[in-house]
């Protein structure tokens, strides 16, 4: 677990329609992977490695907004090279080990992230800001 969703994003996801199973905010080896890849590094759109050991600060100041197409939370905050953005799937339920059982979390987990045009958000109609 990475960060925990602010609460009044929790109250302002709840208002459009979003009830939250919990506030937890996980990020796994294999999304980082993922986010990481060198066809988006190569591309520019990967985020710097200063911000994935800093994360939880990055989202603690980052403005959320609700992706009302695929109902998931988006968390976006300014970089020198663009607009970070980091996409969370809410209220996803996922298999885990607890030592040598498996066990189902229904929590929220980073999917993807990475750098985009600000444009990408603030000209999309489906980015709803969360205030």
Not at 43 to 53: C, M, S, T, Y
Request: charged share 30%; hydrophobic share 40%; aromatic share 6%.
């Amino acid at each position: 677990m990475v960060q925990s969703v602010a609460p009044k994003t929790v109250r302002a996801l709840a208002e459009q329609g979003v009830d939250l199973a919990n506030a937890d905010l996980w990020l796994r080896d294999q999304e980082l992977l993922h986010a990481l890849r060198d066809a988006k590094a190569d591309r520019g759109a990967a985020l710097p490695e200063a911000v994935w050991r800093d994360l939880p600060r990055y989202l603690a100041k980052a403005t959320p907004y609700l992706d009302t197409q695929d109902q998931a939370l988006v968390y976006a905050f300014d970089l020198p090279e663009g607009t970070g953005k980091v996409l969370v799937r809410v209220n996803y339920t996922e298999k885990m080990r607890d030592g040598d059982q498996r066990i189902k979390v229904t929590a929220n987990f980073i999917r993807t992230a990475g750098i985009v045009d600000p444009m990408n958000i603030a000209g999309d109609s489906r980015y709803q800001e969360l205030k």
